[in-house]
């Protein structure tokens, strides 16, 4: 069983930056690649990041590539996403997720995941 909780939503204008957090409850933290998918208000969730339960891969949306940066920190058992150059069309509900073991990283389905947070919102005002 895997728990996630998101944090560090929140109001920012556009051009800021924000990094949300994924605490990450499991009884092997390591194995679990984990990603990010978001949803936008009248809209579909639609996968953001991911990263491998090793972090030497990593897989970006096009539209946040060279904005966002998805990082893990395996002592604190915590999955980042940190966003810079914020835009009004990233106003949306942020959600963390992970997969069964073994899935490799890449632009993830929302039924290849197996475990949501509850989310976290970020609004973008321009």
């Known amino acids: 069983q895997v728990q996630l909780v998101e944090s560090g939503g929140g109001l920012v204008q556009a051009g800021g930056s924000l990094r949300l957090s994924c605490a990450v409850s499991?009884?092997?933290?390591?194995?679990?690649?984990t990603g990010w998918f978001r949803q936008a208000p009248g809209k579909e969730r639609e996968f953001v990041a991911a990263i491998s339960w090793s972090g030497g891969k990593t897989s970006y949306l096009d539209s946040v590539k060279g904005r966002f940066t998805i990082s893990r920190d395996d002592a604190k058992r915590t999955v980042y996403l940190q966003m810079n150059s914020l835009k009004p069309e990233d106003t949306a509900v942020y959600y963390c997720?992970?997969?069964?073991?073994?899935?490799?990283?890449?632009?993830?389905?929302?039924?290849?995941?197996?475990?949501w947070g509850k989310g976290t919102l970020v609004t973008v005002s321009s």
């Open positions: 997720a992970a997969p069964m073991l073994g899935t490799p990283v890449g632009t993830w389905a929302i039924n290849d995941m197996n475990y």
């Open positions: 499991t009884r092997t933290f390591s194995p679990y690649a």
